[in-house]
């Protein structure tokens, strides 16, 4: 019995120090896609393409049944990128106020690429900024939510995650 209650208590644990933070899975505010942030052994943060809620373009699209790539890339040579996988957000360091700056975000839907910021809003709420200008000022931002239980959409589409 006292095994049982320590296991969970360490799973606990483990779960709670996995979730805090910036690293981890979010489901951005449309819930159309979901982002895989990772810190390297540098400090830099990175985003990728982890789940797509159409992974293929939809019936009436010119390419209808086709797994999503970047072609509205503004780069001709990029565009066969499938969008799954796809790195979204780089470069971005954490300064001494606890945000991440100084790094990009992608847009997938126009093809353009932003400059890039973040930070927690709480544990489980991030707001991704791509900015115009440098300084953040001329941009839009998105509130993602932390995906506690990725099994629920990972075992529906094609994703990028293991």
Known sequence: MKKYVLSNILALCLFAFVNSGFEGL??????????????????????????????????GDKEAGVQQYDRNNSKEELRDRKIIGLQNV???????????????????????????????????????KGSIDKWGILGYAMKAKR???PKKYFAKHVTHHE
């Open 26 to 59: 979010w489901m951005m505010n449309d819930e159309k896609f979901m982002i895989h942030i990772t810190k390297a052994d540098d400090g830099e943060y990175k985003g990728y393409v982890d789940w797509l809620k159409y992974p293929v373009y939809p019936e």
């Open 147 to 149: 995906v506690d239980n």
């Open 90 to 128: 780089g470069e971005l360091y954490k300064n001494k106020k606890g945000k991440l700056t100084g790094g990009w975000v992608y847009d997938t839907w126009n093809g353009n690429k932003y400059y890039g910021s973040a930070k927690l809003i709480d544990e489980n709420t991030l707001s991704l």
